[in-house]
């Protein structure tokens, strides 16, 4: 059974930056496309970044274009979310996702097969 362990969320002022990390055991890390989602109460999970199982290919939502940046190294096992800039509208619970893919990032939600607990990211004003 796949397990995903994310860390690095805080408390951080406007315009700081936070590193979320997120480490996958339990089945070959190469297999899977890695994403990064997060969610506010009342609202739909989204999508924030994602990277392919070779590391080759990364995306972005828009609003998180030039700010944040996403990495895999496939011999820890790890993803990570640099996150620059910061914004009080990036302010949410942010969760590791990996989609059992060798093909494209998916961005919806539902294709991912494994989740992490979540970490909480809050930035203030």
């Known amino acids: 059974q796949v397990q995903l362990v994310e860390t690095g969320g805080g408390l951080v002022q406007i315009g700081a930056s936070l590193r979320l990390s997120c480490v996958l055991s339990?089945?070959?890390?190469?297999?899977?496309?890695m994403g990064w989602f997060r969610q506010t109460p009342g609202k739909e999970r989204e999508f924030v970044a994602g990277?392919?199982?070779?590391?080759?290919?990364?995306y972005y939502a828009d609003s998180v274009k030039g700010r944040f940046t996403m990495s895999r190294d496939n011999a820890e096992n790890t993803v990570s979310l640099q996150m620059n800039n910061l914004k009080p509208e990036d302010t949410a619970l942010y969760y590791c996702?990996?989609?059992?893919?060798?093909?494209?990032?998916?961005?919806?939600?539902?294709?991912?097969?494994?989740w992490g607990q979540g970490t909480q990211v809050t930035v203030s004003s």
């Open positions: 996702a990996a989609d059992f893919n060798r093909g494209p990032v998916e961005f919806s939600p539902s294709r991912y097969d494994f």
């Open positions: 339990g089945r070959p890390f190469s297999d899977y496309s």
């Open positions: 990277v392919t199982s070779s590391g080759r290919h990364s």
